[in-house]
């Protein structure tokens, strides 16, 4: 059964410790995002990685790093340095044809809470 | 800087009413374009997209788009909602430069309530 898979579905974290989002896909895409979802403020881009072993940041990067080791894995850390980590975090992940026209998929999502 | 403009932030509908929301973009150049909804509780689903040819886009469950290039807009309109239909819906533009990237760029979404 293909898709992206998002664990653990809700997270709480103290204040000041780092936190690390698990995705995977076995949709053998080349490409992986990261988003959070804050209410009113839609999706906004974090980090995203066009291939193995590369990523850029995204339009808020700041206070999160990523790592792309595997094709079906991106994992997101959000340090102790993001200053309102508390979100939804959605991961994303698309074939990377940048030529034609590309779609994301989206996986279910973790909710993050920092007490 | 490439925005995305959803200017309805909540639509409350009756069953069988039409739906239309709005979404305008702010890029001249190539533009994939997509509406994707959130159901509650579900994750984020594609209901459709363009990317070239015909600028009147059918997706599922009944929804359609329409891209007027000129007015820069991308609207998703269903003649007949459902209950089911209560949802977040997203507009979503992906622009290139120069075929450097990929990144969506969302609008901050429309909260759909129908009732029965």
């Known amino acids: 059964d293909g898709g992206i898979t998002q664990s653990p579905k809700y997270l709480f974290r103290k204040e000041g410790q780092n936190v690390t989002l698990s995705c995977e896909q076995n949709?053998?895409?080349?490409?992986m995002y990261w988003y959070r979802q804050d209410p009113g403020q839609g999706l906004r881009l974090i980090y995203y990685?066009?291939?193995?072993?590369?990523?850029q940041k995204g339009d808020i990067a700041e206070g999160y790093s990523v790592s792309r080791e595997k094709k079906e894995s991106f994992p997101l850390t959000v340090t102790s340095a993001q200053k309102n980590p508390t979100a939804f975090y959605l991961c994303?992940?698309?074939?990377?044809?940048?030529?034609?026209?590309?779609?994301?998929?989206f996986g279910p999502g973790t909710r993050l809470t920092v007490l | 800087a490439q925005s995305v403009s959803q200017h309805n932030h909540h639509v409350i509908l009756s069953e069988a009413a039409s739906l239309e929301l709005g979404c305008n973009y702010s890029?001249?150049?190539?533009?994939?374009l997509f509406w994707y909804v959130q159901y509650p509780g579900q994750h984020l689903q594609l209901l459709l997209k363009?990317?070239?040819?015909?600028?009147l886009v059918k997706g599922i469950k009944g929804f359609e788009a329409e891209f007027i290039k000129s007015k820069f807009s991308f609207n998703l309109r269903k003649p007949s909602v459902q209950w089911s239909d209560t949802a977040e819906y997203f507009c979503a533009v992906n622009a290139y430069y120069g075929g450097a990237t990929n990144k969506l760029i969302f609008g901050t979404g429309t909260l759909l309530a129908v009732q029965p």
């Open positions: 990685s066009q291939i193995v072993n590369d990523f």
């Open positions: 994303a992940s698309s074939i990377g044809d940048r030529g034609a026209g590309d779609t994301q998929y």
């Open positions: 949709l053998n895409h080349d490409a």
């Open positions: 363009y990317f070239s040819g015909d600028p």
């Open positions: 890029y001249g150049g190539t533009v994939n």
